[in-house]
């Protein structure tokens, strides 16, 4: 039985001949349609499509030096942490013509050493990265790459180009400061997975600790994040910690599975247990009671990056006057969080 010969993708010459013009005017038209007539580039959009020609962006890239390609790097596609960051990027660079090409790191150096591999390797006019903590080997690829390298979602000591971020150690301070200034004294703190930031939101917890005399009460494990890790970290804390009245997540969902823990065991929220989470997602303030939490500005962090790449790559190819750039965090109390029983402060303190 014969086999039918594959099918070979169209070529620019494929098109020229199609459209009964030249390599360099078939070129000329998909690059700048503006530049020939509507009846050329209308022969030429017909060939194009009779063909199914997809332009060789490599090629097209080399010869320019423009791919319209951004590189980003987080470290999970299925925590909605990342979900207003990728949609902010979408939002301001899709528009302007870019391609945005998504690498997951797994949270792993040696993983997001690759991704960065990866990427460099696709041409990117420039790259995104959500963490500020790579191997050696990473920093000298992103140093190496020649394009705008902005790294987000922390503030790093020593940033590689341009960094915007949140101090994470400062806001994991606040959050547990203002669960002990209620007056809870037994205040635990779960954390997952065991990355920087959530190490940085630990080490905050501990100053907070320190600060009133308490001893700190960890439960981490080196997982992704999710709601059933929540409610076994804080079953496993309870039962070590019956006398525990407060409880500060590393992540809204832990939180929330804290919040389901409790309501499975009885334990009434916030009269028997406070429960504060870290992000401030959508369903923080739709849980039931709803969770206070510490807000931070993932969309308006991955908005400003965007634009700082627009104006380096199609502006003034300026950097912005400062590199490093802290939109700082917010404390949002809600209806999970009140001084604990027999406290003085109890019934002073209403929910905003």
Known sequence: MLRKPRLGRATLND????????????????????????????????????????????????ASLRTGRIGVIVPSLTNNVFDDYLRALHDVLVP?????????????PGREEKAIAATIGQFPEAIILAGIEHTRQARRLLRQADVPIVETMELARAPIDVNIGLSHAEAGYAAARYLFE?????????MAPRD??????????????????????????????????????????????????????????????????????????????????????EFAV?????????????????????????????????????SQIDLGFRVVVRESTCPPRGSAKRGGLSAR
């Not at 038209?29 to 030429?44: F, G, Q, T």
């Not at 302007?96 to 792993?108: A, H, P, T, W």
């Not at 209620?182 to 779960?190: A, E, F, M, Q, T």
């Not at 910690?241 to 599975?257: I, K, Q, R, S, W």
């Open 96 to 108: 302007r013509g870019f391609q945005i090409l998504v690498l997951n790191s797994n949270y792993l």
């Open 196 to 281: 920087s930031r959530a190490r940085k939101r630990a080490d905050g917890y501990a100053r907070a600790a320190s600060e009133f005399g308490a001893e700190p009460i960890i439960a981490a494990i080196d997982e992704p994040s999710s709601v059933a890790i929540g409610g076994s970290l804080f079953a496993e804390t309870i039962v070590r910690e019956p006398e525990m009245t407060a409880v500060f997540c590393g992540n809204d969902n832990l939180a929330l599975g804290a919040l389901f823990e409790c309501q499975r065991r009885g334990v009434e929220v916030p009269r028997d247990m406070s429960i504060m989470g870290f992000n401030d997602l």
């Open 15 to 62: 098109v020229a001949a199609r459209a009964e013009v030249s390599a360099v005017t078939v070129s000329r038209a998909l690059r700048n349609p503006d530049a020939v007539s509507p009846r050329l580039r209308a022969r030429v959009e017909a060939a194009v499509h009779e063909l199914a020609y997809v332009p060789n962006q490599l090629a097209s890239a080399l």
């Open 286 to 322: 739709c849980a039931h009671p709803s969770l206070s939490t510490v807000a931070t500005p993932r969309y308006e962090m991955a908005k400003r990056a965007a634009e700082i790449i627009l104006e380096i790559t199609r502006g003034s190819g300026e950097r912005p006057e400062h």
């Open 182 to 190: 209620l007056g809870h004294r037994k205040v635990g703190h779960l």
